[in-house]
């Protein structure tokens, strides 16, 4: 069964960059129509970050625009998401989520998430 797996997580001062990947594994990244990263901070609720879609198109919070840039890789069966400039209300978990289609059947998959803590 396809499973989404993030990683690229850590520590980083303001102002510093990371980039998450979230990886299909036992699957095929084209067979999600859309791959979106959420952020999840401690007593919050779960935040839209970034979404991609099979063609390329990409949606970005107001908050990133400008910052962070989603981009995929089909043959590497991976979606990144590059972090620049980072700011402390960055920190949060980032989780991965798409709806992965087997001929009729839509699964609404979730990754384990990465976690992104930005402080000096």
């Known amino acids: 069964q396809a499973q989404l797996v993030e990683s690229g997580g850590g520590l980083v001062q303001p102002g510093g960059s990371l980039r998450l990947s979230c990886s299909v594994v036992s699957g095929s990244i084209t067979s999600i129509s859309e791959v979106t990263w959420y952020r999840q901070a401690q007593g919050e609720k779960r935040q839209l970050v970034a979404r991609?879609?099979?063609?390329?198109?990409?949606k970005y919070a107001d908050s990133v625009k400008g910052r962070f840039t989603i981009s995929r890789d089909d043959a590497k069966n991976t979606v990144f998401l590059q972090m620049d400039s980072l700011k402390v209300e960055d920190t949060g978990e980032y989780l991965c989520?798409?709806?992965?289609?087997?001929?009729?059947?839509?699964?609404?998959?979730w990754g384990q998430g990465t976690q992104v803590i930005v402080s000096s």
């Open positions: 991609i879609s099979r063609g390329g198109s990409t």
């Open positions: 989520n798409g709806d992965y289609t087997i001929g009729p059947s839509l699964y609404d998959l």
